[in-house]
C-alpha cells in the first residue's frame, strides 16, 4: 500500500507545486495606455475554476507509474500550453472590447512561469518516454504547433506586444536582417579562422599553451569593453585610408561588432577542433592505413567525420552566444534586436523591449534545436 503512494515522478511534482503558486501572480497585465505598468489580474480572476482541472490530473499522474501516465503527462502538458497561449489572446481580446483604443493587455509573470513550467513538464515526460533522439526532436518540435497556428491566426492580435510589432514592422523586419547578418558575418570567418588555428594547434602541441591563453584573455574582456577599445584604432584607421570607409569600415557600426564577436568565438571554435581531433582512436587510424588509406584520406574520411560532434557541439556554442552578443552590439551602431532592447528602455516601455528580446531569445532556440537535430541524425548515422 505504501509503494502505490511513492511518489513515481517527482520533477513534475515539484512543477505542479510551482504552478499552483503561480496561480496567485498575474496573468495578465492591463493599463490605460505603452507607457504604464497597470494592473495584474490573475488567472482566476478571468477564468473559471476548470483551470483546475489540468494541474489536479497532473499532480495525480505523478504517482502512477508506467509508460501510459508519462503519454498522458505530455498529452495534458501541451494541451495546457496551447490552453495557456489562447487564454491570454483571449482575455487581451475582451479586455479590448470594454477599453480604449490605447488600453494594452501584456502578459504577466504568472503566464510566463505558467508556460515555462508547462513546457518543462513537455520536455521531461519526452526524456522518460522516447529515446531515439530524432524521435525526440520531433515530439518536442509539435510542441510549437498549435501555438504558432494561434499566432498566425490573429488569436493573439489584441496582445501589447502584437500591437507594438504591428506599429513597428518595418523596424523589426530591418533589426532581423541586421541581427541575422551579425550572426553570419560571424560564424562563416570565425569558423574558417577557428579551424586553421585549431588544426595548427593540434599538429603543433606546444604551440597550444600560448594560444589559449591569448584567447581566454580575449574572452574575459567585458563585450562593451571590447568593443569600445576597436572604436578608435578602426577610426583612425578610416581617417588615414578614406579607402576603407568607402567599404563601409568605420569605428562605430558593424564593422567593430563583428571583429569584437569573431574573437569571441575563437576559444570555442579552437579547443573544439582540438578536442575533436585528439578524440579519435589511434586503433581507427591504424586500421584505416592498413586499408591503404593515404594521410590526406584519413583525415577527411577518417578523422573529420569522427570529430564532427563535437565541432558541431562548439559551433552551437558559438551560434547561440553571437545571437545574445549581438544584441550588446547595438551600442556601437550594429543595429539589430539590442535596437529595439535599448529603445525601448530609454522609453521604459516593456513592450518595446519585449519585440527585441523575444525574437532573440526565439532565433537562439530555432538555431539550437537545428544543431540539436543535425548532432541527433549524426548519432544515428553512426549508430547505424
Known amino acids: 500500500m505504501e509503494g502505490s503512494k511513492r511518489c513515481h515522478n517527482r520533477v513534475l511534482l515539484l512543477l505542479v507545486v510551482l504552478g499552483g503558486l503561480a496561480a496567485w ?13 497597470g494592473e495584474g489580474r490573475a488567472l482566476w480572476q478571468l477564468f473559471s475554476g476548470l483551470w483546475l482541472f ?25 494541451l495546457l500550453f496551447c490552453l495557456l ?40 515526460a519526452i526524456r522518460r518516454l522516447v529515446a531515439h533522439p530524432v524521435w525526440r526532436w520531433l515530439l518536442h518540435m509539435q510542441i510549437w504547433l498549435l501555438p504558432l497556428w494561434l499566432l498566425l491566426s490573429g488569436e493573439l492580435d489584441n496582445l501589447s506586444l ?18 541575422l547578418t551579425l550572426l553570419f558575418g560571424t560564424l562563416l ?31 574575459t ?3 562593451v569593453a571590447l568593443f569600445g577599445l576597436l572604436i578608435a584604432p578602426l577610426a583612425g584607421l578610416a581617417q588615414h585610408f578614406p579607402w576603407l570607409a568607402s567599404i563601409g569600415i568605420a569605428g ?48 577527411w574520411q577518417v578523422r573529420i567525420p569522427l570529430a564532427l560532434p563535437l565541432l558541431l557541439r562548439s559551433l552551437r556554442v558559438v ?8 544584441v550588446i552590439a547595438a551600442l556601437i551602431g550594429a543595429g539589430g534586436f539590442g535596437a529595439l532592447v535599448f529603445q525601448g528602455l530609454l522609453s521604459s516601455a516593456l513592450d518595446l523591449v519585449l519585440l527585441g528580446v523575444i525574437p532573440v531569445i526565439g532565433l537562439a532556440v530555432v538555431i539550437d534545436a537545428l544543431f540539436d537535430l543535425a548532432l541527433a541524425l549524426l548519432k544515428v548515422k553512426h549508430h547505424d
Open 162 to 179: 502584437l500591437h507594438e510589432y504591428r506599429n513597428r514592422q518595418e523596424v523589426f523586419d530591418d533589426a532581423l536582417a541586421q541581427h
Open 319 to 326: 551560434a547561440v552566444q553571437t545571437v545574445g552578443m549581438a
Open 252 to 299: 562605430t557600426g558593424i564593422t567593430p561588432a563583428l571583429i569584437a564577436l569573431i574573437l569571441y568565438a575563437l576559444l570555442p571554435l579552437v579547443r573544439g577542433v582540438v578536442a575533436g581531433l585528439n578524440e579519435v582512436s589511434a586503433d581507427v587510424l591504424e586500421s584505416a592505413q592498413a586499408m591503404g588509406m593515404s594521410a590526406a584520406q584519413r583525415f
Open 85 to 124: 497561449v489562447w487564454s491570454a489572446g483571449r482575455a487581451a481580446t475582451d479586455l479590448a472590447q470594454s477599453g480604449s483604443a490605447l488600453a494594452r493587455t501584456s502578459p504577466g509573470s504568472g503566464l510566463w512561469l505558467w508556460l515555462a513550467l508547462s513546457l518543462l513538464a513537455c520536455s521531461d
Open 189 to 219: 570567418p570565425a569558423l574558417a579562422i577557428g579551424f586553421a588555428l585549431g588544426l595548427w594547434c593540434y599538429r603543433h602541441p606546444a604551440r597550444q599553451g600560448p594560444v589559449f591563453t591569448a584567447l581566454n584573455i580575449i574572452q
Open 25 to 37: 501572480l498575474p496573468f495578465i497585465n492591463y493599463a490605460p495606455n505603452r507607457l504604464v505598468s
Open 54 to 78: 489540468a494541474p489536479a490530473v497532473l499532480l495525480i499522474l505523478c504517482f502512477i507509474p508506467g509508460r501510459s501516465a508519462q503519454a498522458a503527462t505530455l498529452v495534458l502538458a501541451e
Open 221 to 223: 574582456i567585458p563585450s
